[in-house]
């Protein structure tokens, strides 16, 4: 296989997994919930159980060279959807040179705009992990920043925060002095809604006071930008084996979760304290948890794990997606099909809602999907409505099957409709698709409801300042583009053309100015 076919690209799937409103609840004790030491029946609504069965949708190219209009060349990895959905965050490596910014893809218009911008508002290489906060107003990256060092200026890469709508740039990895921090590279920033909080992994030496030799270890830490105070959260190496990687926050900068040495950890910067999460039934420590993603309160931490202890009758022996619960103290399989049927493979790497209700998450079982043909061999994207005990096939081809090669990274909207993720595979658009590695979207068939709601949502941050790259209608094949009507229709002239300079900023009605 070619270096083409090795890269992933990046969609967008508008999935119809939303219930229409609450359904009455009663007791079921096949919801596979429990707590330590303790088996707890789940409250579930009362319905049927039914087959996870694949959506009629349809999914759109969200990851597309900002300056030529073509496929993402060099792939594209990472994206992070908008609560609202109407935005989708991507990194890539896009030509005439390997260059890897952070894009913001408009779904209303198709506008890609440059976001990871330096101190003085120039387009920075980033590093491949980055943060935003749910409204898509902050993003927080690694870049190069400039440092004097005792010979010579250099540049060191550093945590920097994006504000769009002030259209600053923050140095966020400090010193206690307030200067770059010298001796380590920082990692996998997240930010709070407000922006005030912005959290890190780093093995630099360098950022708190009481930091001294990290032996080589990665720590968590957190950012105060109001109160300017960096605070390492995670344990030191003497307490359950310490360190911290992987930090996701709260959108309320309470509560930050971190995969560390011995599991799955929660810091709470109200009591400024850590605990384990990550337990079995009985209240022992899972050191196999991974991947931690938080609900927008902090109330939900989904994790994946490798154990048969932390619920009953987990009989799969295989990796599975998990969600902790922080009110009642319990937690819940997350990784089933319709009708809580256990996977025959592995489950891993979930991304939550805002509210808890929905996860979406990698797996290889075969299972999830069975009015589906699922035979890939790899891993495709599901998204579990905890509330219905419902799971939907999200990277779905355009034959109905499981698309002919792997997709990964899911992130999911608050509502549970719209899930953006990485994918390799070359069937899951009805015209031509790219090789691999691009971000795509899929839709409901339902495109009046789906633009009903979005007219009730927040409007795309877009300021003057950011830098418009490229804009063009959807790549969702000639259907599409004629069903979004005359705007576009009067737009295809241009779709090769690059915007030169700024963006227009969108008036309150929405329209471009």
């Not at 890190?200 to 950022?207: G, K, M, R, W």
Request: with cysteine; charged share 20%; proline share 7%.
């Amino acid at each position: 296989m070619g270096k083409l076919g090795r890269l992933r690209a990046i969609a967008l799937v508008l999935c119809s997994v939303l219930a229409l409103g609450a359904l009455p609840a009663r007791p079921s004790a096949a919801s596979d919930i429990s707590a330590p030491g303790r088996l707890a029946a789940a409250i579930v609504p009362a319905i049927p159980p039914v087959r996870a069965v694949a959506p009629p949708g349809r999914t759109i190219l969200v990851s597309s060279e900002p300056f030529f209009g073509a496929y993402v060349r060099f792939g594209a990895r990472n994206p992070i959807i908008r609560e609202d959905g109407n935005e989708v965050l991507w990194w890539g490596s896009i030509p005439p040179y390997v260059f890897n910014p952070v894009i913001a893809f408009d779904v209303a218009t198709g506008s890609q705009t440059a976001v990871s911008l330096g101190l003085s508002g120039e387009l920075l290489n980033a590093d491949l992990n980055f943060g935003a906060s749910p409204d898509g107003r902050f993003v927080a990256f690694v870049g190069p920043v400039p440092v004097q060092t005792e010979c010579c200026s250099d540049f060191r890469r550093e945590v920097l925060l994006r504000d769009r709508l002030a259209g600053t740039t923050t140095l966020v990895s400090v010193t206690p002095t307030g200067q770059p921090s010298m001796n380590a590279s920082p990692q996998n920033p997240a930010v709070s809604r407000d922006g005030r909080y912005v959290v890190f992994e780093s093995q630099a030496n360098d950022l708190t006071p009481e930091n001294g030799s990290n032996l080589g270890n990665s720590y968590v830490y957190l950012r105060d930008l109001w109160g300017g105070l960096t605070t390492r959260i995670s344990p030191p190496e003497s307490v359950n084996a310490g360190g911290g990687r992987k930090p996701k926050i709260s959108a309320d900068g309470r509560y930050v979760v971190f995969q560390g040495n011995s599991g799955v950890w929660s810091f709470d910067r109200f009591s400024s304290s850590a605990e384990i999460l990550a337990r079995d039934r009985f209240g022992a420590v899972v050191p196999t948890a991974h991947s931690p993603s938080i609900s927008g309160d902090g109330r939900f931490v989904a994790y994946d794990a490798f154990s048969d202890g932390i619920v009953a009758d987990d009989t799969n022996g295989t990796n599975d997606v998990f969600v902790f619960d922080r009110t009642d103290r319990s937690t819940r399989r997350a990784s089933l099909g319709t009708g809580g049927v256990q996977g025959d493979r592995s489950s891993f790497a979930p991304s939550i809602s805002s509210d808890g209700r929905f996860v979406a998450f990698e797996s290889t079982a075969t299972n999830f999907a069975p009015d589906t043909t699922d035979a890939n061999g790899t891993q495709d994207i599901f998204v579990r409505d905890l509330q219905l005990d419902r799971t939907t096939l999200a990277s779905v081809s355009v034959t109905g099957t499981t698309p002919n090669n792997s997709s990964s990274a899911a992130s999911v909207s608050a509502d549970g409709t719209r899930v953006a993720f990485g994918s390799g595979a070359t069937d899951l658009m009805p015209r031509r698709v790219p090789p691999s590695g691009q971000l795509r979207r899929s839709r409901c068939p339902d495109l009046a409801r789906v633009r009903d709601l979005r007219r009730r949502l927040q409007r795309v941050v877009r300021p003057r300042d950011e830098q418009v790259v490229h804009a063009r209608p959807h790549l969702c094949g000639a259907e599409h583009v004629h069903r979004r009507g005359r705007r576009h229709g009067q737009r295809r002239r241009e779709r090769n053309r690059p915007l030169q300079g700024r963006g227009p900023e969108p008036n309150a009605g929405g329209q471009r100015r």
